[in-house]
């Protein structure tokens, strides 16, 4: 029961952070059009946002394998949460900008503490635990994106960034209070297997997936941040529609992400993130080829499906190769890595957008993730095929 409890607040407090992570995009197209932003603007103030949760994924990661994570899962949810509703009150760009870069100090503490302790708290399966919680990451944003085109039809961009922070305020005090619950600690955690060749946990092994890891988020994030621009702009969508499509994205993770939970378990990581990883470059070129709208919606499914459904396995592998150093520290450096890449990903975009055009942007950057599958490949070659890897 208490295990029960334990998992429920933590799949639902993993939707309510995701949409921390994905509240500029859905509403950046009235943004830009409200302080007459160019795409290198719009993509400078999401760097702004995400290298802040970049800095301070690694240090609150860091934090968490030393104090009840509990607690660092509650303040940070809180400090979100407060920091966006006041950013809604903000009338100026610089003031909105500043409670931004607050919140996402506050959003930066979920992911390393969290994946940490599903590792330490899973005895078995657990790329099937991974998937659940991703499943229900990508249920909040794509509820976010759907609630997001219905409200823009109706209010103020800042005022749904305020409601959008209340989910978060309602989590955060759970967690303060299920810490009392719990006692000082967390969970009882599962003692881990330290066998396995020493090669494969190797620092050199750990950075080489962190760059796997960075190059396909590169690509990844500068679509899905750039996809309701993109409507607007070259189909000529109407905002809150464009929203809509978006969730199409969110909608393909949920859907497949507990299927490759499952497979992770049964097939291994590196055989999973190797397919997913090969499937996703050749969709996001076809995103820009000139299309009728109903076949861009297509394309828009499957990338987010493979955006989502890589996680359980890449979290799989993560565990493992990063057994060397603290699982909350582990998690945090990539959590990072991923947020540094996310940071630069959508100014890197607008500047080639405003350059070369959101088309021809969106086929340049389907190339890293092209990248990040061939170095998995060398990955798995080199070192799964000596000591193959599993979640258990």
Request: proline share 5%; with cysteine.
């Amino acid at each position: 029961m208490r295990k029960r409890s334990f998992t429920v607040l933590r799949n639902v407090a993993h939707g309510a952070n995701d949409i921390y992570w994905f509240i500029l995009p859905p509403l950046l197209p009235v943004i830009l059009a409200q302080y007459n932003l160019n795409y290198g603007a719009a993509g400078g103030l999401l760097t702004a946002y995400l290298g802040t949760i970049a800095i301070f994924s690694f240090i609150l990661g860091k934090v968490s394998d030393n104090m009840p994570r509990q607690r660092v899962l509650g303040a940070g949810f809180l400090v979100a949460s407060v920091s966006l509703i006041l950013a809604g009150f903000m009338g100026s760009l610089p003031f909105f900008i500043l409670f931004l870069l607050v919140a996402g100090i506050g959003v930066s503490s979920f992911h390393p503490a969290v994946y940490a302790s599903i590792d330490e708290t899973t005895v078995s399966g657990h790329g099937s635990e991974y998937g659940m919680f991703e499943f229900w990451g990508s249920v909040g944003v794509f509820i976010m994106f759907l609630l997001h085109g219905l409200l823009l039809r109706e209010m103020n961009w800042k005022m749904i960034i305020m409601l959008t922070s209340v989910p978060g305020l309602v989590v955060g005090s759970f967690y303060f209070r299920y810490r009392k619950l719990l006692g000082k600690n967390d969970l009882p955690q599962v003692k881990q297997d330290s066998a396995g060749d020493s090669e494969n946990r190797s620092v050199f092994s750990f950075v080489l997936l962190l760059l796997v890891v960075m190059l396909r988020f590169l690509g990844m994030i500068a679509i899905v941040n750039f996809i309701p621009t993109y409507l607007v702009r070259e189909f000529g969508l109407d905002p809150s529609l464009a929203s809509f499509a978006t969730g199409i994205y969110f909608l393909g993770g949920l859907i497949f992400t507990p299927l490759a939970g499952k497979l992770s378990d049964r097939w291994g990581p590196f055989q999973v993130l190797v397919l997913i990883t090969g499937l996703t470059s050749p969709f996001i070129f076809l995103l820009s080829t000139p299309s009728p709208i109903w076949a861009v919606l297509l394309f828009i499914f499957p990338i987010g499906a493979c955006h989502t459904a890589a996680q359980p396995a890449q979290n799989m592998l993560i565990a493992r190769l990063g057994s060397m150093i603290g699982k909350g520290e582990a998690f945090g450096y990539v959590t990072a890595a991923i947020a540094v890449t996310s940071s630069f990903s959508p100014l890197l975009f607008g500047a080639a957008a405003d350059r070369v055009g959101l088309r021809l942007s969106i086929r340049l950057f389907s190339l890293p993730v092209l990248l990040s599958f061939i170095l998995l490949v060398a990955l798995w070659f080199f070192y799964d095929r000596r000591a193959p890897v599993s979640g258990k």
